[in-house]
């Protein structure tokens, strides 16, 4: 079974940091593309940022590019993304998934098979 576990969030206040992490069990990791998504009260999921199975190629929205990055180590499985300079819009509940099978950048969440439960990320201003 596939599993996305994601942690790293927290209560930060405006111009800080955090790193999500996103830890993936049960399937081969190196061949997925993975994305992050976030969805804040009131609001739908939107796409945050996306990396291919090499961490060669990445792609971000426009509201997170420049503060985001999003990384991956093949060897752990595991994706990350560190956000910077921090905002209280950038406030929401992040969500890291994995596109089972196929190893280019989306955008798409339909595209992505496989999610974490969500961690939650509140910036206070």
């Known amino acids: 079974q596939v599993q996305l576990v994601e942690s790293g969030g927290g209560l930060v206040q405006a111009g800080g940091s955090l790193r999500l992490s996103c830890a993936v069990s049960?399937?081969?990791?190196?061949?997925?593309?993975m994305g992050w998504f976030r969805q804040a009260p009131g609001k739908e999921r939107e796409f945050v940022a996306t990396?291919?199975?090499?961490?060669?190629?990445?792609y971000y929205a426009d509201s997170v590019k420049g503060r985001f990055t999003i990384s991956r180590d093949n060897a752990k499985n595991t994706a990350y993304l560190q956000m910077n300079s921090l905002k209280s819009s950038d406030t929401a509940v992040y969500y890291c998934?994995?596109?089972?099978?196929?190893?280019?950048?989306?955008?798409?969440?339909?595209?992505?098979?496989?999610w974490g439960q969500g961690t939650q990320v509140t910036v206070s201003s």
């Open positions: 049960g399937r081969s990791f190196r061949v997925d593309a």
């Open positions: 990396i291919d199975w090499t961490g060669a190629s990445t």
């Open positions: 998934a994995a596109r089972s099978g196929y190893s280019g950048t989306s955008s798409r969440s339909s595209d992505y098979n496989y």
